[in-house]
């Protein structure tokens, strides 16, 4: 008989499954402000632990759920942190790794809970009692299917949407660099299971609002280019959300536009966010890593995408930046 070939999956996923086995009261979180592969992760490890027997399965999320991903199934019972009730003898967090990524409140985790964490980010003083974390991953949605598969649970068709979401998302529909040929072979999985692949990109990747296309006009209009061409910024103020009859949530993508400039290697998009705080993001080409700028600022992610929330207002945050670039990265914006 021909044997299937399997590749063996680190000691870390069986952990994770076994902590979601001895769970009772499981609350199942992630970052703060959503995208496709947070929200998708959380769904469906959601029916993972409910599969594996957990009693009590809470999803809670700081942000809601983008409207681009309401259709996904049970995103309505991702809930709003004021109606959490604790304590929770398991804390699961996908897509991020430590609470304060999360927002909610640090003391959801007690002495007594377990913290577990599902994801792919570069990770330096890790914190948790159980991880299953590999930046070799294009998106937290690959390794819970590993999970699946790993704890023999099939993926239903609910479960394969919201796995096609998360990694179709962060891998800009298989086209960034962290697409590998497992993505594809996950993906494969999920396209076994039922999916269909043109309805959900439609959905998730081309449509557009028309906030969203609003508020793209105005940042192409105030985007700047260094003198040289390889750095591209804008800013999207306050102001610009309501003017554009736009959401927070479709300031998400827009930085690509930057991004995919001839000659620009990296993409920097500021955002207010109120008086105090700008939250910033980076796109890079290779030769520039942005998970250290961002890491540099406090922030996080990966090499060629990342993000920081800087504590001061948008002109400061802009000049804090422009002077770590110029002095420590000898470039000019
Ligand atoms: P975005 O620019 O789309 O918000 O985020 C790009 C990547 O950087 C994502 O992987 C996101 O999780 C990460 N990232 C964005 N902002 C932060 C932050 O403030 N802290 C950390 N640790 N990671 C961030
Ligand atoms: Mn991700």
Redesign the pocket.
Known sequence: MKSKTKTALPREAGAVLDALRGASRLLITS?V?P?GDAVGSVLALATLARSLGVQSVTCCMQDPVPRVYEWLAESGYIEPPGRLHGPFDTVLIA??NSIS?TGLAASLVTQESCLVVVDH?IVEQPDWHVGFVDPSYAATGEMVAELFEAAGVPLTHEVAECLYVAIST?TGSFRYANTTARSHRIAARLVDAGINIRDITSKVIDLMSLGKFQLLRILLDRAELSKDGSIAHAAILDKDLSTAGALSEDV?GL?NYLRNLEGVQLAI?FREAGATST?V???SQPEINS?EI?RHF?????AM?????LPWPLDEAKSMLFHYLRQTLRMQP
């Open positions: 970052h402000n995208d897509d991020a990524r980010h962060d998400d930085i998009l939250k993001s980076f796109r998970s961002a406090g922030g996080g992610g990966h995408a990342a993000g920081a929330t």
